[in-house]
């Protein structure tokens, strides 16, 4: 019986180191997880800020093409051009040359 004792407190000991080893991979392996979602959420963040800048370009091309075509239309000549220019924050600023 002694010996089944031992037998058995050494295999329970061997599960909890076990359990114990596996423990700590879980942690390691979440804390790899998280960094990476950091990262992914990260790039979802930007790809909105650059899909919004998109946006704004097309808009802001849309009306360049449009003045343009109804100056051609009009007989115009476009001699003082809209500057277009982007502010830090990717705003548009329209200015005269």
Known sequence: QEEKDSQMKSIISRLMAVEEELKKDHA?????IDAKQKIIDAQ??????????NT?????LTQVKERYSMQVRNGISPTNPTKLSIT????FKNSSC
């Open 88 to 91: 830090e924050n990717g705003e």
């Open 44 to 53: 979802e963040k930007r790809i909105v800020s650059l899909d919004s800048a």
């Open 56 to 60: 704004r370009l097309m808009s802001a």
């Open 28 to 32: 390691e392996m979440q804390a790899v």
